[in-house]
């Protein structure tokens, strides 16, 4: 058999195998892959709404700690300040607050006020007797006051937030609670449906599947189903979140292998001639001319002058490929400090943020003793209401450079967790130099701020944890350190407080 048959019987074959090959083993890893993606694309829109409701419980909590901790409010729960409802809760209160409701509890569980209205309409919502009385019961039910609530009321999905009244010092017993809550209505969904492009419903169900997390099903062929689990503190029911989503990238690459098995049929006979005369010109032929060649220097026997000719077409264009490629990857390696730095870092501050916290600085951590502080800056809201986010974010870059210039001689590493909130994970060391450390910290932090012109004195409470004696993990050590900050303030600001009086030795 001939050469040139040979190939002809190669790309058949080729062809053939490839066909095979194609439509068994590649069409369904490519169909795999696609459904895959699909799933991904469901779990983050999934994850989406789930920061989306953190992010709002989040602000509802931290709104309603700033009105728990006001003396007006501590004053209406004590029964001297009876105008308190008609200065303060106004439309424009409920408004600009985004909130539905407000109920001030006091110390004998008593209702002293309460206000309902739809912020978006400006009408006035009538609490019924029922939603009053299970709110009580599931407060009373809590051994932790402080909490937010989430379950289906008669106004329907309703976020609650719970806190207790203290006076602004933090010197005192608590007056009672104050509750803040949104309802979810059909407004607020359909809001947030067109914030994240995504279309949920929700419904009550009896428990949870896949242990109350994310779990993605396949309807049809056309369709999956992503479902969510939160749990109904009002009726203890689980509620399920259903967000469907069509199978799109599933079905365009079905769609396009099917329309790749038609056009690879049609034009297997014209790929065929076209492959039988390419390899025919560039490797048949010269295959067959070096035969020829080397048949005539054996016929001629002129060893002189034999010679095959050879193709010195050389390695330039592999060259510049290779440097192409340097380049390339030089190029791709400035990028990834370019998303690292935006992963890891806060870009106002220029400090560590949470994420790098985490994944890095007490993971690599050695195993030994340190202090975890965790800082926030008193009345650093009255700072954005009284000059505006502009200065408070000044503020808070001046703040951070005077964290840096206290760690310059420290070992140990600092962060900001979000808002005026930062943390230090700092060396062990004895109580006398730490609490001299400390002092440092506190006048430096002090020192008045100058912004624009603008003169500002604002002073820093901390909270201090130890590991391993407060904790095993960061989120323990944290969560100590934050509740003796909060503690800090109670005593007065402008102070560090421990979250065990006595932990070192």
């Known amino acids: 058999m001939k050469l040139k048959m040979k190939v002809f ?25 696609a459904a895959k993606l699909d799933e991904h694309r469901l ?19 931290r709104l309603n700690k700033d009105w728990a901790v006001w003396d007006d409010t501590y004053n209406l729960l004590l029964g001297e300040y009876p105008n308190y409802a008609g200065v303060n809760l106004q439309k424009e209160t ?24 739809n912020y978006d309409t400006g009408i006035n919502l009538e609490l019924g007797e029922e939603f009053v009385e299970n709110l009580s019961l599931l407060i009373d039910k809590k051994s932790n006051k402080e909490r937010t609530l ?28 104050l509750v803040m809550g949104k309802f979810l209505e059909t407004g607020y969904f359909d809001r947030m449906q067109k914030e994240l492009a995504t279309s949920f419903s929700y419904i009550e169900v009896d428990e949870a599947g896949n242990d109350g997390g994310h779990e993605i099903s396949i309807t049809d062929s056309t369709m999956i189903n992503g479902s969510m689990y939160l749990f109904d503190e009002f009726n203890e029911q689980m509620l399920r979140l259903d967000i469907p989503m069509p199978r799109s990238h599933y079905m365009e690459e079905q769609s396009n292998m099917n329309m790749l098995f038609l056009s690879f049929f049609l034009a297997s006979v014209l790929l065929t001639m076209i492959l039988f005369y390419l ?34 077409s050389g390695s330039d264009e592999i060259s510049m490929l290779k440097h192409t490629i340097n380049d390339l990857l030089q190029t791709l390696d400035c990028k990834t400090e370019e998303v690292k730095n935006l992963a890891f870092y ?100 002090r020192r008045e701020y100058r912004i624009d012109n603008t003169r500002i004195s604002n002073s820093t409470s901390m909270g201090i944890s130890h590991y391993p004696k407060d904790g095993e993990s960061l989120d323990e050590l944290i969560q100590m350190a934050d509740k003796a900050m909060y503690q800090a303030k109670k005593n007065g600001k402008n102070r560090w407080h421990f979250y065990n009086p006595k932990p070192f030795p």
Do not use: W
């Not at 829109?45 to 509802?60: C, F, G, H, P, R």
């Not at 409920?94 to 209205?117: D, G, R």
């Not at 008669?154 to 609650?160: N, R, Y």
């Open 94 to 117: 409920f408004t600009n607050n985004e909130v539905n409701l407000m109920i001030f509890i006091n110390e004998n569980s008593e209702i002293i006020e309460e206000k309902a209205m």
């Open 9 to 33: 019987n190669v790309i058949l074959i080729c062809l053939l195998v490839f066909f095979i090959v194609l439509l068994f083993i590649i069409k369904p890893i490519l169909l795999e892959s």
């Open 279 to 312: 390899l025919d010109r560039l490797i048949t032929s010269r295959v067959t001319g070096l035969s020829t060649e080397l048949r005539t220097i054996q016929a001629t026997k002129d060893e002189k002058n034999a010679r095959v000719e050879v193709d010195t």
């Open 43 to 61: 779990s983050t829109k999934m994850d989406n709404v789930l920061a989306y409701i953190e992010s709002e419980t989040d602000d509802l909590q």
């Open 150 to 177: 989430f379950g289906v009321t008669e106004f329907g999905l309703t976020m609650l937030s719970v806190e207790e009244v203290y006076p602004s010092n933090g010197e005192g017993d608590s007056a009672g609670l």
């Open 346 to 445: 806060d870009q106002m501050t220029g400090l560590p943020n949470r994420y790098y916290l985490y994944q890095y600085s007490f993971k690599n951590k050695e195993q030994h003793s340190f202090y975890t502080i965790f800082m926030d800056i008193d009345g650093f809201k009255s700072v954005n209401d009284t000059y505006g986010h502009l200065v408070g974010d000044k503020l808070l870059n001046e703040f951070s450079s005077r964290l840096r210039e206290f760690m310059k001689d420290q070992t140990g590493f600092v962060s900001r967790l979000g808002g005026d909130e930062f943390i230090i994970l700092l060396e062990d060391m004895d109580n006398e130099k730490l609490e001299e450390q400390l002092d440092r910290l506190l006048t430096s932090l």
